[in-house]
Structure formats: structure tokens, C-alpha cells
């Protein structure tokens, strides 16, 4: 069981950076790739950016591709999305969610544990 706590949103203007963090309970973090989605307001909710249980490997939406870093700190329990270069089409809800597999890391499906997401809003 892993419990996934994200935090770090808040309202930014166009342009401009946020810090996503994702704070796991649990002994087993470093076995979990580990994922950002987000969901806006009346859409599906969409792949953002994942990374393999090491950090080694990193993916990301093509949206998101230059702007948005995926990290981890295994030490710390803890995953980070470093967003920079804000757009208000970023706005949504992100959510961070942990895989126990090490392929199919950019399909929602595959994510067994989710947080409770955190707001997101860039204004232009």
C-alpha cells in the first residue's frame, strides 16, 4: 500500500514556474515508477510526465516536452514536477500516481495508487 500526498500548487501568471512535490508513505517508494497526470475542467484526465523507479528514465507528453522536469528522491520518499514556462492551457488538477511496473509508464491505467491532487491555475 502506498499513500501519495502532492502539494505545491497554487496560482501563477503566464510564463511563470511551480514546484509540484508528491510526498509516498511506505518503505517500498524506490520499487514504484512514479507518474504526474492532470485533469481540467470537463476533460479526460491526461498523461503529463513519468519516471522509472531509479530516475534514470524520464518521459513526457509532447505538451509538456522542454518546459516540465520529472525528479525523485528516493532518499526522501518523494517525486517532483518542475514546471516552467506556464501556459493557461496547464491549468488542471495534477495528480501523482505510483506504478509498480517498468513498462506502459505513460498509460493511466497501469497507476495503482493515486494522491488527491493539487490545484494548478496559470492566468494569462
Known amino acids: 500500500q502506498v499513500q501519495l500526498v502532492e502539494s505545491g500548487g497554487g496560482l501563477v501568471q503566464a510564463g511563470g514556474s511551480l514546484r509540484l512535490s508528491c510526498a509516498a508513505s511506505?518503505?517500498?517508494?524506490?520499487?514504484?515508477?512514479m507518474g504526474w497526470f492532470r485533469q481540467a475542467p470537463g476533460k479526460e484526465r491526461e498523461f503529463v510526465a513519468a519516471i522509472n523507479w531509479s530516475g534514470s528514465n524520464t518521459y513526457y507528453a509532447d505538451s509538456v516536452k522542454g518546459r516540465f522536469t520529472i525528479s525523485r528522491d528516493n532518499a526522501k520518499n518523494t517525486v517532483y514536477l518542475q514546471m516552467n514556462s506556464l501556459k493557461p492551457e496547464d491549468t488542471a488538477v495534477y495528480y501523482c500516481?505510483?506504478?509498480?511496473?517498468?513498462?506502459?509508464?505513460?498509460?493511466?491505467?497501469?497507476?495503482?495508487?493515486w494522491g488527491q491532487g493539487t490545484q494548478v491555475t496559470v492566468s494569462s
Open positions: 500516481a505510483a506504478h509498480r511496473g517498468i513498462v506502459h509508464l505513460t498509460s493511466l491505467t497501469k497507476y495503482e495508487y
Open positions: 511506505g518503505r517500498t517508494f524506490s520499487s514504484y515508477a
